[in-house]
């Protein structure tokens, strides 16, 4: 049976609100323009040194010249490739260590003073120990520890009122996990998420600071050498539009699984 249509009100509520997020985003539009007009204005009329500031001309011109060249797509893959795997095998590892501690009390209590100390330790520090390890992996060290504090405190967050009652109804701990504990703690999943892509490009771009032949990190590393500031800024907007996009995948993929299992119990 197919659903009654909105009311004429809510019909009016919804054309609202869309107008009101289309303005928005003109504005966002407008703003961005604005701040790149005044940046090439300021640079042509030697209010500012392009050669030290760079300009948004400068920067085209640049980003054309590493497009022609075809290294610009391999920087990218590369950053993107790294992120993409300490990202995902961070969120997932976390999960499941965070998974562990909550099923298991005396493991949370063994792991609970190890990770608070990680999680306080500046991870730049460990950076080179990594890389003689096992090469790059500063984006796992970073959202591996966030991901398993974060998971499990909202594991421990869950209402009881509602475990009481699956408890009652003879549910098992493996049925209480993945019927309740889990689906509820959706929100604090995709906040962690949220958290991830920030870090993880945090913790690639760091390590190819460190040490790297390919990468975003490594155009802004040999732009700053040879005293390139055209490049650093192209290589800095691009890494911004990356994580940009990543973040704007991570709301997708929340949105998706919202439509077939809620926002949680």
């Known amino acids: 049976m ?16 869309r107008r009101q997020n289309r303005q928005v985003h003109l504005w966002q539009i ?12 300021s640079c042509r009329m030697g209010l500012s040194d392009g050669f030290l500031t760079s300009c948004p001309s400068r920067m085209a011109a640049t980003f054309a010249s590493l497009c022609r060249s075809g290294d610009l797509w391999r920087h990218i893959g590369v950053s993107c490739g790294e ?7 961070g969120t997932a590892m976390g999960t499941v260590v965070a998974i562990c501690m909550w099923w298991w009390d005396g493991v949370a209590r063994v792991l609970n003073p190890y990770l608070v100390v990680l999680n306080a330790l500046p991870k730049t520090a460990l950076g080179p120990i990594f890389i003689v390890w096992m090469g790059a992996v500063m984006t796992l060290a970073i959202s591996l520890i966030v991901t398993i504090l974060s998971m499990y405190q909202g594991f421990l967050g869950t209402d009881g009122e509602k475990l009481r009652l699956m408890r009652s109804l003879g549910a098992t701990r493996g049925q209480i996990l993945w019927m309740l504990v889990f689906p509820a703690s959706f929100p604090t999943l995709f906040n962690t998420l949220k958290v991830n892509v920030g870090l993880s490009w945090v913790g690639v771009i760091m390590g190819e600071f460190l040490v790297s032949r390919a990468g975003l990190g490594y155009l802004i590393v040999y732009g700053s050498q040879v005293f390139n500031m055209d490049l650093v800024m192209t290589s800095v907007l691009i890494l911004a539009a990356a994580a940009v996009v990543m973040y704007r995948l991570v709301l997708w993929v929340e949105k998706f699984l919202n439509r077939f299992w809620g926002k949680g119990l």
């Not at 197919?2 to 609100?17: E, G, T």
């Not at 407008?30 to 204005?41: M, S």
């Not at 992120?83 to 095998?89: E, K, N, Y």
């Open 30 to 41: 407008a703003l961005l323009l604005g701040l790149l007009a005044l940046w090439e204005l």
């Open 83 to 89: 992120t993409v795997i300490g990202f995902l095998s």
């Open 2 to 17: 197919n659903s009654a249509s909105p009311s004429p009100a809510r019909q009016a509520y919804l054309l609202a609100n």
